[in-house]
């Protein structure tokens, strides 16, 4: 099982760990601080928009945490953290192009401080998870994947949380009937798929979980 948070917001001290990190990344890629205290500023908002109860900041925390325990194994850290922070950022329940929209801000925001193929890997990072399957066969896009996943194979009580906290965000959109029927073909197309997760070490460790919460929540239990 994997220890993750899930709940609305992060307490206020939380929350300056993250903004720090955050100026620190921007820092190390060549971002003034006054622009990073921007940029950071416009992700705080986005990520407390009233109908986040999943995709918000303590996600994003969450990945950052999963990213700090596999680091040795990514190919390029940083501009993968950039990817955390933004694969998110734009998410409206009813929008189709919530991915490519995140993915696109990200560009336009570093575009002056990485180069092309830095912009392209950080593209195709935030764009897998649209359907969740790798747009780049390599290990980065696998833990990419695993890791925005990974709440799948929470505790059974997190899992429930979680489950909830996705209720709770497209309840502002749908009726309980429709998303029931909608969340249903989200579950059984997960299970019907080969790998939940792409990296072998994900795989080997939770997958068997994954599986076992997607069933319990398929049931009803």
Not at 5 to 13: A, G, P, Q, Y
Not at 108 to 123: C, G
Request: charged share 25%; hydrophobic share 40%.
């Amino acid at each position: 099982m994997i220890d993750l948070l899930v709940k609305r917001t992060l307490s206020k001290e939380k929350e300056a760990i993250l903004e720090n990190r955050f100026l620190s990344l921007c820092q190390a890629l060549g971002v003034p601080f006054v622009q990073a205290q921007e940029y950071y500023q416009q992700l705080y908002d986005l990520y407390h928009e009233e109908h986040r109860h999943y995709h918000n900041l303590v996600h994003i925390s969450n990945f950052l945490n999963l990213l700090d325990q596999y680091k040795a194994q990514i190919e390029a850290p940083l501009l993968f953290e950039v990817a955390i922070w933004y694969h998110d950022a734009i998410y409206t329940v009813k929008a189709k192009d919530n991915e490519r929209q995140s993915a696109n801000l990200a560009q336009e925001l570093f575009e002056i401080y990485l180069d092309v193929p830095s912009l392209e890997y950080v593209k195709e990072l935030i764009l897998s998870t649209e359907g969740h399957y790798p747009r780049i066969e390599k290990m980065d896009t696998y833990f990419f994947l695993d890791f925005d996943l990974s709440i799948l194979a929470a505790s059974t009580l997190t899992y429930k949380l979680y489950s909830e906290a996705i209720w709770q965000e497209y309840k502002t959109a749908y009726v309980k009937l429709l998303y029931k029927m909608g969340r249903k073909k989200v579950l059984k197309n997960f299970l019907a798929r080969e790998k939940i997760y792409f990296s072998s070490v994900f795989f080997e460790k939770y997958e068997e979980t994954a599986r076992k919460n997607l069933k319990l929540e398929l049931n009803g239990k």
